[in-house]
């Protein structure tokens, strides 16, 4: 008998448990990006391998002509480190110290299209361009932006 009170009296509270259930579905259901089981894997494994790394913020445009930015001013870039056309860095990199008694397996900077003697780093992409202009392809440089060493194309 006492099985048949517990079921009785429980039987309200699943009702209510469906009722919340259903209505939190039904209403967030639209607003919920579909993506693949693996890029639920893929964001959560990356958020134990780098905690500290942030998801990088999309900037505003700023509207032409109209005088008004919806970004907030930014300081005007150094002497030192010019910008392309375009708003990357350019940093010019610098010759590799000897490699000591063995050979160094370097990667290949990837040229930049309709640059010519720029390059984009291997181990920082989206960090900016590189000037290598003043080395001959095949030489080892050090990468401005991560401080490892590549080789020119």
Avoid: C, W
Wanted: avoid cysteine; hydrophobic fraction near 35%; glycine fraction near 8%.
């Amino acid at each position: 008998m006492s099985r048949r009170i517990s079921t009785q009296m429980h039987r309200p509270l699943v009702k209510l448990i469906a009722a919340i259930s259903l209505a939190t579905y039904l209403t967030t259901g639209a607003t919920v990006e579909a993506r693949s089981l693996m890029d639920f894997f893929r964001a959560v494994g990356n958020s134990i391998a780098h905690p500290q790394k942030k998801q990088p913020r999309a900037r505003a445009k700023s509207t032409k002509g109209s005088g008004t930015t919806n970004a907030s001013p930014t300081p005007a870039p150094a002497s030192s480190v010019p910008t392309s056309p375009g708003g990357q860095n350019v940093r010019t990199a610098s010759l590799a110290p000897q490699a000591k008694g063995e050979t160094r397996d370097s990667p290949y900077a990837v040229p930049v299209p309709g640059k010519k003697g720029l390059v984009t780093s291997p181990f920082a992409p989206d960090a900016g361009y590189i000037d290598v202009s003043k080395f001959p392809p095949g030489t080892e440089v050090k990468d401005p932006f991560s401080g490892k060493i590549f080789r020119t194309p």
